[in-house]
């Protein structure tokens, strides 16, 4: 018996149990991951994990179980989510599950090279990377290399039936440069659903590079600065500052500073984003999320103004909306082991009118700031971050890099000061975004 009759099977014996409303999201990953520690490779294995993940529902209340493996007791996996449902608090939040649909099929999820990859050739493909690490002064290699392929099935009691299939290539690399007792660090990475999507090389060299360029980093100082966000940075900014402030069962249980602002002016008017779960080979890209509803594109932020929250089956019930498809779970979208949650799919931030150099001619004094490894306080829309990897921008020239820096401000607060968007968008894992210009941005450090 495949995964998607042990969904279908599931789905039969819960409603004979009792469960009023059922979903069973099944999953099968094979994986290979080669890790580089040190310049040595450490890791190579191939693992392969399969399951579904059973909810089932009585008067709102919800009861949750899963089965790792196909080999277990499904009945009694699916006894303990009906008799959790059971004794569980009724929810008249809970209207229904999705009904059935017509699915997407979008592009560029696929790719036959990582899907027959094996041990042996990544591992190759691992040492063929250190070799190309050649300049003095590298401390340490560090490299991270997954390929995986799925099948994932969505089934409920609405009648949904969906079954989606791909790859992944995740690249990981993290280079430590040393001058005496001087130390820096640079890392980069991507995740890409082709092997044409990717060029571990050149990302490998240019970490190599930024690491031994970050030996004369310099603090900067304590004042107002126009800043240039590009890169990772917007990882923080973007995603985790804006798109994941948006997700409705924060919004609903007052836990984002997003709280009453949907049709609210939150930006100046060039700031448009957008979750587009279809992006042409997107890492977030599927055909529907983890509860059956289609993945598609919504309209966050237009003109400035909030339009949409993201949505799963359960807030947009509440909202008495539709779901955007944003379903997840807790531990992503190959993950039949956590609880639903909402997630971003694919964030895209419309291309304004400038190129990179007329952003920095605008800068007489200020930063160009590319990563940090801080988050956001959603409840308070605040982030104080440590910059990671950045510049000191003079007369409009980018100058040595800066350390022991950071950079704080309110996530509105910036929407509102940005004087300019870059015209060319760069891939930041699961974010499509081009350059963005602020003014007076608040940078402290100990210098």
Partial sequence: MGLLDHCKK????????????VDVYGVDVEAIRVEVRKNNIEVSKATHDVGLGLRAIVRGSMGYSYASGLG?????????AVKAAKVGYPDPDFKDLPKPSSYPSPQGTYDDEIASLTPEELT????????????????????????SKFKCFIVNSNGVEGADEGTYLSFLVYITARDGVNMSSSYDGDVVRTMKDIDMESMITRTAQEAVRGLKARPYRTTKVPVILSGKVLLAVIVEGIASALNADLVQRGRSYMATRLNEKISVEALTIIDDGLVNGGPLTRRFDVEGTPRQRTVLIEGGFVRSLLHNSYTSGKARTKSTGNASRSGGPLDFRGQVTIAPSNVVVEPGDW??????EE???????????????????????????????????????????????????FAKKIKAIGRERSKHFNLYSPPILALEVQVSSKA
Wanted: glycine share 6%.
């Fill in 10 to 21: 599931a789905i039969d014996e819960a409603l004979r149990l009792g469960a009023e409303a």
């Fill in 72 to 80: 277990v007791n499904m009945s009694d996996v699916v006894r303990k």
């Fill in 124 to 147: 190759d493909l691992a040492t063929s990377l250190i070799k190309k690490v050649k300049m003095n002064n590298i401390y340490s290699v560090n490299i991270v290399i997954e390929s």
């Fill in 355 to 360: 190129s990179l150099e007329e952003m920095l």
């Fill in 363 to 413: 800068v007489k004094y200020g930063l160009l700031i590319l990563d940090t490894h801080d988050a956001p306080n959603i409840a308070t829309g605040e982030l104080s971050a440590m910059i990671t990897h950045g510049y000191i921008v003079e007369g409009g020239e980018v100058k040595d890099p800066v350390k022991q820096t950071l950079f704080a401000f309110n996530i509105i607060d």
